[in-house]
Structure formats: C-alpha cells, structure tokens
C-alpha cells in the first residue's frame, strides 16, 4: 500500500471518527445556527486577484460541507476581521443577511494583499439544570456567569477560537502579517500565488508557534461535478509546514483543527482551535 | 502598413527604419467570425529559461480610458500578470500601448537598445499572451538564443486568440 493509500485508509478508522467529532463540536461551536451535524464553514470571495484601481470584491460566508455551495446556512460575521495591506482594518460594506449565505462588499483601497477573516472566539458550556435535563451555552465568556446557574451539574466548559478567513490581492502581493493567536496559516508560497501543477508551502501556528504534526485537509471546490471529494489530507512536519501540489486549478478550502489547555476563561478545560481557508489556485 | 509599424514603434519605443542588429517581432491578431467582439488585451516580453521576465516589449490594452480604468482587465493576461504586471506601475514607458485591430502587427527592437540591452547571453522565449473580453485567452511561446550566430526565423501559431507569431533574429 502506498503511503497515501495509507493514509486515506487511516481516515476511516476511528482517528477519523474523534477526529470528526472534535470537528463537530467546533462547528457547533462556530457557526451558530445550530447545526444537527459536522459542517464546513467557508468564504467565497469574487476574486482573489485583481488589477487596476479601488477593486471591489464581494464576498459570501456560509456553513455548508459541500465546498463551494450554499446549501446550509448563512456564517455569522459578527466576527469578521479584514486587515488591509499595511495592517490596518478594513471595513465591510453592504452587509446583507441571507438564508443560506451573508455577504459583505470590500473596497480594495490600497494596493498588496487583504486578510479577510471570521475569527470566533467564544466559549461552549454543557452542564445538567436542576432537573438532570442537559443545558448548554454558546457565545462570548461574558454571558456564561449569566447563563450558567450556580448549582450546575457535571459542568464542562471549554473555549473555542476559530478563524475562516481568505486572501486577496490587488496588484504586487505583500506579505499578511501573522496573527500570533490561535490556530492560523502563516503563508510560505504567497496564497494568491497559487498555480496547478506547482508546490505551495504554509506554515501552522497555534499561538505564534510552529504547530508540528497537525493534520490539514486540503479539499477542492466543485464537488458537485465529480463523484469523489478528491481530498488532500496532509500532516504537518516539526516546523509546522505542510507542502501541497495543486492538481488542477480552482477554489480549495484548507481546513485544521485541534484543541490543547491552554485556556483563558475561568473553569474552562479545554480550548478548540480551528482554521478554515479559502484560495484561489490559477491556470498556468 | 506605415500606419501599423508607427504604432508598434510606440509601443516597442524604437525607429522603425533602422536594419542593425535585433529583434523583428510580427504578432497576429486573428479576425474572428463573433456576434460581440472586442479588440484582445496582449502582452508581449521575452521570457528566461526559469520563466521571470527578461524584458517586457510591448502591452496593450485600453490605455485611453479614464483614471487608468483600462488596467481593471489585465490580470486576465494571467501569466503575464504573475511574471510581470503586477509590479508595475501604468501606464509602462515604452510599453504600454492601445489595442490593435485584427491584423499583423509588428515590433522591433533595436540590439543596445530598450529592451534588449541588458539581456545576457542565453536561453529565452518570446512569449505573447492574449485575452479578450467576452472571448478567450492565449499564450504562444517561441523560444531562442541570443544572440544569434546567424539571422533566424522562428515562428509558432496560437489556436484562437492568437495567429502568427514571428520572430526574426538579425545577428
């Protein structure tokens, strides 16, 4: 059996499975409405790389496994974070709340590359009220002293901090800033400098640090057309890098997620990291 | 025919008269049977062996328009756009021209001068890439040595955005 054939067999043997489940609870995490299983979350931006003056790029942000339709749910922006080429945030214009979509506009106002993200940051609480009968709270960590009653039983709290994000450049690519906090892709090929047929480099960091054997799950847009996802489950080395050749040109979504202690909110005991990506991958 | 070298000396920014040492560049634009047409973008450089740009000879697009609206659609020279133009700023000195009709279109380049002055002894490609509105896009690429022992007509053929591209080399 060849190394990837491995691989791919190992994603049906119960590794998948919590690893399923922990994708789960992150998305349940994430991306309120409640969903009643795993789904993906996403951007879809209308370009990712463009030429001329003051570009405007829309955007739609949905909950959906089917990698690039809209066939669930709309993805909050509450969290919505765009940094403009020289660091500085960027506003959405035209926000507009769909059934199975939001959407925002951006104006490219200054040329080099956007980061355009959703960054949930939230807590997850489950206990058992007075009658035994479970609870549970999702949202920011200032609402659980509200939420949760004092005599809660079998409480268990944990943190989540998740990023969807995307990358868009108008004219010379610049290098995004790193973030330095949670689960993030630190570009080592440019993400807008993406071609089939050529090797890409990115780097995983939690917390500013190289996050080394993290599994990563490249998947390609427009299943609808084919019969298999045609996933690219990738691992990455000690120095957090993961390097992928690009099959065919197209949208890919590049999803991680793991979760650790390192916790910041009182009584939690765990936080869940997730990353959700979106690039664009050009013809030659 | 006057008319068409005057504006490729625009765009190549050399006298179409002189017979020295160079480059002859012909590109073709092919005449096509569609309900809406619209003149292509092109970009003409000359390419070395790992693919960064040498020399960019010639780029055509709406140059007249307002403000530089014109430079919206030149991503859509995709290569071109990756090796080159997006690290420009436009309109390009000597480089940036307005779209051309249908027709045979040519480009000279002078050895010493512009373009072909600092290119080293070596392996290179003329590349020539077209993209159209509502249309397609195309790349031909017809590789040769410089400088040349002796004169050379190379020559390649696009499929649909692109016809005759030649090349003469006068040693």
């Given at each position: 059996?060849t190394?990837?054939?491995?691989?791919?067999?190992?994603?049906?043997?119960?590794?998948?499975?919590?690893?399923?489940?922990?994708r789960?609870?992150?998305?349940?995490?994430?991306?309120?409405?409640?969903?009643?299983?795993?789904?993906?979350?996403?951007?879809?931006?209308?370009?990712?790389?463009?030429?001329?003056?003051?570009?405007w790029?829309?955007?739609?942000?949905?909950?959906?496994?089917?990698?690039?339709?809209?066939?669930?749910?709309?993805?909050?922006l509450?969290?919505?974070?765009?940094?403009?080429?020289?660091?500085?945030?960027?506003?959405?214009?035209?926000?507009?709340?769909?059934?199975?979509?939001?959407?925002?506009?951006?104006?490219?106002?200054?040329?080099?590359?956007?980061?355009?993200?959703?960054?949930?940051?939230?807590?997850?609480?489950?206990?058992?009220?007075?009658?035994?009968?479970?609870?549970?709270?999702?949202?920011?960590?200032?609402?659980?002293?509200?939420?949760?009653?004092?005599?809660?039983q079998?409480l268990?709290?944990?943190?989540?901090?998740?990023?969807?994000?995307?990358?868009?450049?108008?004219?010379?690519?610049?290098?995004?800033?790193?973030?330095?906090?949670?689960?993030?892709?630190?570009?080592?090929?440019h993400?807008?400098?993406?071609?089939?047929?050529?090797?890409?480099?990115?780097?995983?960091?939690?917390?500013?640090?190289?996050?080394?054997?993290?599994e990563?799950?490249?998947?390609?847009?427009g299943?609808?057309?084919?019969?298999?996802?045609?996933?690219?489950?990738?691992?990455?080395?000690?120095?957090?890098r993961v390097?992928?050749?690009?099959?065919?040109?197209?949208?890919y979504?590049?999803?991680?997620?793991?979760?650790?202690?390192?916790?910041?909110?009182a009584?939690?005991?765990?936080?869940?990291?997730g990353?959700?990506?979106?690039?664009?991958?050009?013809?030659? | 025919?006057?008319?068409?070298?005057?504006?490729?000396?625009?765009?190549?920014?050399?006298?179409?008269?002189?017979q020295?040492?160079?480059?002859?560049?012909?590109?073709?634009?092919p005449r096509?049977?569609?309900?809406?047409y619209?003149?292509?973008?092109?970009?003409?450089?000359?390419?070395?062996?790992?693919?960064?740009?040498?020399?960019?000879l010639?780029?055509?697009?709406?140059?007249?328009?307002?403000?530089?609206?014109?430079?919206?659609?030149?991503k859509?020279?995709?290569?071109?756009?990756?090796?080159?133009?997006?690290?420009?700023?436009f309109?390009?000195?000597?480089?940036?021209g307005?779209?051309?009709?249908?027709?045979?279109?040519a480009?000279?380049l002078?050895?010493?001068?512009?373009?072909?002055?600092?290119?080293?002894?070596?392996?290179?490609?003329?590349?020539?890439?077209?993209?159209r509105e509502?249309?397609?896009?195309?790349?031909?690429?017809?590789?040769?040595?410089?400088?040349a022992?002796?004169?050379?007509?190379?020559?390649?053929?696009?499929?649909?955005?692109?016809?005759?591209?030649?090349?003469?080399?006068?040693?």
């Open positions: 059996m190394r990837h054939a491995a691989r791919l067999a190992s994603r049906f043997t119960p590794r998948f499975a919590s690893r399923f489940a922990s789960f609870a992150a998305s349940l995490a994430l991306a309120l409405p409640l969903a009643a299983q795993a789904h993906d979350l996403w951007l879809l931006p209308s370009s990712t790389v463009l030429s001329g003056q003051d570009a790029i829309t955007v739609d942000a949905a909950v959906s496994n089917d990698k690039f339709y809209f066939n669930h749910a709309p993805l909050r509450d969290g919505l974070a765009i940094a403009a080429p020289d660091g500085s945030a960027a506003q959405a214009e035209n926000i507009g709340n769909g059934k199975l979509r939001n959407t925002f506009d951006l104006q490219l106002r200054q040329s080099g590359t956007y980061r355009v993200a959703v960054v949930n940051d939230g807590v997850f609480a489950r206990w058992k009220d007075a009658d035994g009968k479970p609870r549970r709270y999702f949202g920011k960590p200032e609402g659980l002293a509200q939420a949760v009653p004092a005599k809660a079998d268990q709290i944990s943190q989540s901090l998740g990023r969807i994000e995307t990358f868009v450049t108008l004219g010379k690519p610049s290098a995004p800033a790193p973030v330095g906090k949670g689960l993030e892709l630190v570009p080592v090929t993400p807008n400098d993406l071609y089939a047929g050529e090797a890409a480099t990115f780097e995983f960091r939690i917390d500013g640090q190289p996050a080394a054997g993290l990563v799950n490249v998947v390609p847009g299943a609808r057309y084919r019969d298999k996802v045609d996933e690219i489950p990738l691992t990455t080395g000690k120095d957090g390097q992928v050749t690009w099959p065919q040109p197209g949208l979504w590049i999803e991680a997620s793991t979760e650790d202690d390192k916790t910041t909110v009584r939690a005991s765990k936080r869940r990291l990353y959700s990506g979106t690039v664009e991958v050009l013809a030659q | 025919m006057r008319k068409l070298l005057l504006t490729a000396s625009v765009a190549g920014a050399i006298a179409p008269a002189a020295g040492a160079g480059l002859d560049v012909s590109v073709e634009i096509l049977d569609v309900a809406e619209h003149r292509p973008y092109v970009a003409i450089w000359i390419e070395n062996a790992d693919q960064s740009v040498a020399a960019d010639a780029v055509w697009y709406d140059v007249a328009k307002k403000e530089n609206e014109g430079t919206e659609w030149l859509d020279l995709r290569q071109w756009w990756r090796r080159s133009g997006r690290g420009q700023q309109p390009v000195d000597g480089v940036s307005a779209t051309k009709p249908a027709g045979t279109h480009v000279r002078e050895e010493g001068a512009g373009a072909l002055a600092g290119l080293k002894p070596g392996n290179y490609a003329l590349v020539v890439e077209a993209a509502v249309g397609g896009r195309e790349l031909v690429r017809v590789p040769f040595q410089w400088p022992q002796k004169a050379e007509r190379l020559a390649a053929r696009g499929e649909h955005e692109l016809g005759a591209v030649e090349l003469n080399i006068v040693p």
